[in-house]
């Protein structure tokens, strides 16, 4: 069995990541979600890295789209199309990053500290791997 705290970052991350830009539709990015079998994507335009989108964070377009079909109908607006979101509109900005050689025990208390469930790794500012929670429970369990 391997030793929890003498892993690295780099050890445990998946490589290669699958990203998004802030452009793309969210129907794209569930069709990528599935084509990948991943569930967060770190998004990147023009080569930086600028927010992050999980699945979950998919769970606010009932509310969104709720809300402004609401607000149009307060405002003497019927018949409007649907709203469309982009990546931008959803993606979390402040992301959670980390080094290859970051030791694994912090990178699973920035997790629990951040109160988020991916932490991204990145290399002279280029993103090279990407940790998920359940990365971590698995080698735990």
């Given at each position: 069995?391997?030793?929890?705290?003498?892993?690295?970052?780099?050890?445990?991350?998946?490589?290669?990541?699958?990203?998004?830009?802030?452009?793309?539709?969210?129907?794209?990015?569930?069709?990528?979600?599935?084509?990948?079998?991943?569930?967060?994507?770190?998004?990147?335009?023009?080569?930086?890295?600028?927010?992050?989108?999980?699945?979950?964070?998919?769970?606010?377009?009932?509310?969104?789209?709720?809300?402004?079909?609401?607000?149009?109908?307060?405002?003497?607006i019927s018949g409007e199309p649907k709203p469309?979101?982009?990546?931008?509109?959803?993606?979390?900005?402040?992301v959670v990053q980390c080094v290859p050689e970051?030791?694994?025990?912090?990178?699973?208390?920035?997790?629990?500290?951040?109160?988020?469930?991916?932490?991204?790794?990145?290399?002279?500012?280029?993103?090279?791997?990407?940790?998920?929670?359940?990365?971590?429970?698995?080698?735990?369990?």
């Amino acid at each position: 069995m391997l030793n929890f705290s003498s892993l690295l970052a780099q050890d445990v991350m998946s490589s290669p990541v699958f990203a998004t830009s802030p452009e793309s539709s969210v129907d794209q990015l569930e069709q990528d979600f599935v084509q990948h079998d991943v569930s967060a994507m770190p998004v990147v335009h023009h080569g930086k890295i600028v927010g992050i989108i999980s699945r979950s964070d998919l769970m606010l377009l009932p509310v969104l789209s709720a809300a402004i079909e609401a607000c149009a109908l307060a405002a003497g607006i019927s018949g409007e199309p649907k709203p469309t979101f982009r990546v931008c509109d959803l993606m979390k900005c402040d992301v959670v990053q980390c080094v290859p050689e970051t030791e694994l025990p912090k990178v699973a208390a920035d997790m629990v500290h951040r109160h988020v469930h991916h932490i991204v790794v990145v290399r002279n500012d280029e993103v090279v791997g990407i940790i998920s929670s359940l990365d971590i429970v698995e080698l735990l369990v």
